[in-house]
Protein backbone atom coordinates (compact mmCIF):
# COMPACT_ATOMS: atom_id res chain seq x y z
CA UNK A 1 0.00 0.00 0.00
CA UNK A 2 1.33 4.07 -0.82
CA UNK A 3 2.14 6.16 2.18
CA UNK A 4 2.28 10.24 2.57
CA UNK A 5 4.66 12.17 4.48
CA UNK A 6 3.42 15.65 4.48
CA UNK A 7 6.26 18.32 4.52
CA UNK A 8 4.05 20.87 6.02
CA UNK A 9 1.86 21.21 3.16
CA UNK A 10 4.03 18.97 0.39
CA UNK A 11 3.22 15.77 0.36
CA UNK A 12 5.45 13.36 -0.49
CA UNK A 13 4.14 9.84 -1.80
CA UNK A 14 5.77 6.67 -1.06
CA UNK A 15 4.61 3.97 -3.82
CA UNK A 16 4.87 0.73 -5.49
CA UNK A 17 3.11 1.37 -8.56
CA UNK A 18 3.25 3.71 -10.56
CA UNK A 19 -0.71 4.65 -11.79
CA UNK A 20 -2.31 7.03 -13.89
CA UNK A 21 -3.07 9.60 -11.01
CA UNK A 22 0.86 9.21 -10.31
CA UNK A 23 1.42 9.96 -13.66
CA UNK A 24 -0.19 12.69 -14.04
CA UNK A 25 1.06 13.97 -11.01
CA UNK A 26 4.59 13.82 -11.88
CA UNK A 27 3.79 15.96 -14.95
CA UNK A 28 2.85 18.92 -12.33
CA UNK A 29 5.83 21.96 -11.88
CA UNK A 30 8.02 21.39 -9.06
CA UNK A 31 7.44 17.30 -8.24
CA UNK A 32 10.22 15.56 -7.52
CA UNK A 33 10.94 12.01 -8.39
CA UNK A 34 13.47 8.78 -7.46
CA UNK A 35 13.04 4.99 -7.78
CA UNK A 36 16.84 4.25 -6.76
CA UNK A 37 16.58 3.15 -2.84
CA UNK A 38 19.27 3.89 -0.64
CA UNK A 39 20.36 5.96 2.56
CA UNK A 40 21.99 8.52 0.13
CA UNK A 41 18.64 8.90 -2.09
CA UNK A 42 16.49 8.74 0.91
CA UNK A 43 18.81 11.93 2.41
CA UNK A 44 17.99 13.28 -1.00
CA UNK A 45 14.77 13.68 -0.96
CA UNK A 46 14.40 14.85 2.21
CA UNK A 47 16.25 17.59 1.51
CA UNK A 48 14.52 18.43 -2.09
CA UNK A 49 11.07 17.92 -0.28
CA UNK A 50 12.49 20.89 1.65
CA UNK A 51 13.38 23.24 -0.93
CA UNK A 52 10.91 26.13 -1.68
CA UNK A 53 10.43 25.44 -4.97
CA UNK A 54 9.06 21.18 -4.64
CA UNK A 55 5.81 21.49 -4.65
CA UNK A 56 5.27 17.47 -3.98
CA UNK A 57 7.57 13.97 -4.32
CA UNK A 58 7.33 10.85 -5.52
CA UNK A 59 9.32 8.16 -4.82
CA UNK A 60 9.01 4.85 -6.75
CA UNK A 61 9.94 1.45 -5.22
CA UNK A 62 9.59 -2.32 -5.62
CA UNK A 63 8.33 -2.47 -1.56
CA UNK A 64 6.45 0.66 -0.39
CA UNK A 65 6.74 -0.73 3.49
CA UNK A 66 10.81 -0.96 2.81
CA UNK A 67 10.46 2.47 1.88
CA UNK A 68 8.33 3.90 4.86
CA UNK A 69 10.99 1.83 6.90
CA UNK A 70 14.42 3.46 5.63
CA UNK A 71 12.70 6.93 5.81
CA UNK A 72 11.52 6.05 9.25
CA UNK A 73 15.66 5.27 9.41
CA UNK A 74 16.62 8.78 8.57
CA UNK A 75 14.18 10.65 10.69
CA UNK A 76 13.31 10.56 14.80
CA UNK A 77 9.46 9.36 14.90
CA UNK A 78 7.09 10.00 17.50
CA UNK A 79 3.83 7.97 17.66
CA UNK A 80 0.68 9.27 18.63
CA UNK A 81 -2.67 8.03 18.79
CA UNK A 82 -5.85 10.19 18.28
CA UNK A 83 -9.64 9.64 17.54
CA UNK A 84 -11.85 11.16 15.11
CA UNK A 85 -15.17 10.90 17.45
CA UNK A 86 -19.12 10.97 15.99
CA UNK A 87 -22.42 10.71 17.77
CA UNK A 88 -25.42 9.44 16.63
CA UNK A 89 -26.60 13.00 15.17
CA UNK A 90 -24.61 12.85 12.47
CA UNK A 91 -21.71 15.14 14.10
CA UNK A 92 -18.06 14.76 14.44
CA UNK A 93 -16.00 16.68 16.73
CA UNK A 94 -13.24 18.82 15.94
CA UNK A 95 -10.89 21.34 17.84
CA UNK A 96 -9.25 24.87 17.22
CA UNK A 97 -5.71 24.31 17.85
CA UNK A 98 -2.62 27.20 17.34
CA UNK A 99 -5.12 28.79 14.44
CA UNK A 100 -6.04 25.86 12.82
CA UNK A 101 -8.80 23.13 12.70
CA UNK A 102 -7.60 19.84 14.03
CA UNK A 103 -8.44 16.51 15.69
CA UNK A 104 -7.48 15.65 19.09
CA UNK A 105 -4.37 14.02 19.32
CA UNK A 106 -0.91 13.15 21.55
CA UNK A 107 2.37 11.93 21.77
CA UNK A 108 2.19 8.20 23.29
CA UNK A 109 3.37 7.75 26.69
CA UNK A 110 6.31 5.04 27.38
CA UNK A 111 5.07 1.53 27.10
CA UNK A 112 1.65 3.16 25.87
CA UNK A 113 -1.08 1.18 23.30
CA UNK A 114 -1.82 3.66 20.19
CA UNK A 115 -5.22 2.91 21.00
CA UNK A 116 -5.29 3.76 25.04
CA UNK A 117 -2.91 6.54 24.12
CA UNK A 118 -5.68 8.10 21.51
CA UNK A 119 -8.61 7.41 24.27
CA UNK A 120 -6.39 9.59 26.81
CA UNK A 121 -5.85 12.16 24.43
CA UNK A 122 -9.33 13.21 22.92
CA UNK A 123 -10.66 12.57 26.79
CA UNK A 124 -7.96 15.01 28.19
CA UNK A 125 -8.05 17.66 24.98
CA UNK A 126 -11.83 17.69 24.94
CA UNK A 127 -13.17 16.87 28.28
CA UNK A 128 -15.48 14.26 27.00
CA UNK A 129 -15.99 10.84 29.54
CA UNK A 130 -18.04 8.72 27.84
CA UNK A 131 -16.42 7.43 24.79
CA UNK A 132 -16.24 4.31 23.16
CA UNK A 133 -13.54 3.25 21.03
CA UNK A 134 -14.91 0.75 17.34
CA UNK A 135 -12.07 0.49 15.03
CA UNK A 136 -9.08 1.73 14.09
CA UNK A 137 -8.81 3.99 10.47
CA UNK A 138 -5.86 4.77 9.44
CA UNK A 139 -1.68 6.19 9.99
CA UNK A 140 -0.57 9.55 9.70
CA UNK A 141 3.01 10.98 8.66
CA UNK A 142 3.70 14.52 8.79
CA UNK A 143 7.59 16.29 9.57
CA UNK A 144 8.50 18.81 11.70
CA UNK A 145 11.47 19.76 13.40
CA UNK A 146 11.92 19.95 17.08
CA UNK A 147 15.71 21.01 18.64
CA UNK A 148 17.31 20.73 14.90
CA UNK A 149 16.54 17.49 14.46
CA UNK A 150 13.90 16.14 11.77
CA UNK A 151 10.66 14.61 13.12
CA UNK A 152 8.53 12.09 11.65
CA UNK A 153 4.96 12.27 13.62
CA UNK A 154 3.32 8.71 13.11
CA UNK A 155 -0.26 9.21 14.46
CA UNK A 156 -2.41 6.46 14.67
CA UNK A 157 -6.45 7.19 13.95
CA UNK A 158 -9.36 5.47 15.71
CA UNK A 159 -13.15 5.85 15.03
CA UNK A 160 -14.91 6.73 18.40
CA UNK A 161 -18.10 7.48 19.31
CA UNK A 162 -20.31 9.66 21.79
CA UNK A 163 -23.52 8.22 22.94
CA UNK A 164 -24.43 12.17 22.91
CA UNK A 165 -23.23 15.36 22.07
CA UNK A 166 -21.01 16.10 25.49
CA UNK A 167 -20.20 19.75 27.24
CA UNK A 168 -17.14 19.98 25.74
CA UNK A 169 -13.93 21.51 27.46
CA UNK A 170 -10.44 22.34 25.56
CA UNK A 171 -7.79 21.70 26.95
CA UNK A 172 -6.20 25.61 27.59
CA UNK A 173 -2.57 24.38 28.21
CA UNK A 174 -2.46 22.96 25.03
CA UNK A 175 -3.04 25.21 22.81
CA UNK A 176 -6.66 24.06 22.31
CA UNK A 177 -9.33 27.35 21.53
CA UNK A 178 -12.19 25.62 21.17
CA UNK A 179 -13.76 22.24 20.30
CA UNK A 180 -16.94 21.47 18.19
CA UNK A 181 -19.50 19.22 17.01
CA UNK A 182 -19.57 19.73 13.22
CA UNK A 183 -22.22 18.24 10.85
CA UNK A 184 -19.92 16.28 8.00
CA UNK A 185 -22.29 18.08 5.49
CA UNK A 186 -20.41 21.38 7.02
CA UNK A 187 -17.10 20.36 6.82
CA UNK A 188 -15.75 22.02 3.58
CA UNK A 189 -15.43 25.34 5.37
CA UNK A 190 -13.65 23.88 7.96
CA UNK A 191 -11.35 22.35 5.35
CA UNK A 192 -10.14 25.41 4.11
CA UNK A 193 -8.15 25.68 7.60
CA UNK A 194 -6.72 22.40 8.62
CA UNK A 195 -3.44 20.50 7.86
CA UNK A 196 -3.00 18.13 4.87
CA UNK A 197 -3.00 14.91 7.11
CA UNK A 198 -6.16 15.93 9.05
CA UNK A 199 -7.78 16.14 5.68
CA UNK A 200 -6.61 13.19 4.75
CA UNK A 201 -8.46 11.83 7.95
CA UNK A 202 -11.64 13.78 7.66
CA UNK A 203 -12.48 13.11 4.08
CA UNK A 204 -11.47 9.35 3.92
CA UNK A 205 -12.88 8.58 7.17
CA UNK A 206 -15.95 10.51 7.27
CA UNK A 207 -16.65 9.29 3.84
CA UNK A 208 -16.40 5.86 5.04
CA UNK A 209 -19.11 6.47 7.86
CA UNK A 210 -21.44 8.25 5.07
CA UNK A 211 -21.31 5.00 3.12
CA UNK A 212 -22.25 2.75 5.43
CA UNK A 213 -24.58 5.10 7.51
CA UNK A 214 -22.48 5.40 10.74
CA UNK A 215 -23.31 8.84 11.42
Known sequence: MPYTIYFNQKPLLLT?????????????????????????????????????????????????????SVFKQNMTVIEAGGGLVHTDKDTVLLIFRNGKWDLPKGK?????????????????????????????????????????KLILKESHWFLMKS??????????????????????????????NTHPSIIDVLQLDVQKLLATKKI
Open 16 to 68: DTKTTNTEERLQKKGIVFQDQLSNSTVGEMLRKMEAPNTTAGVFLHNSAEELL
Open 108 to 148: LDEGEATDTAALREVREETGLTALQLEEPLTVTYHTYYQNE
Open 163 to 192: PEQQNLIPQLEEGIEKCEWVNPAALATYLE
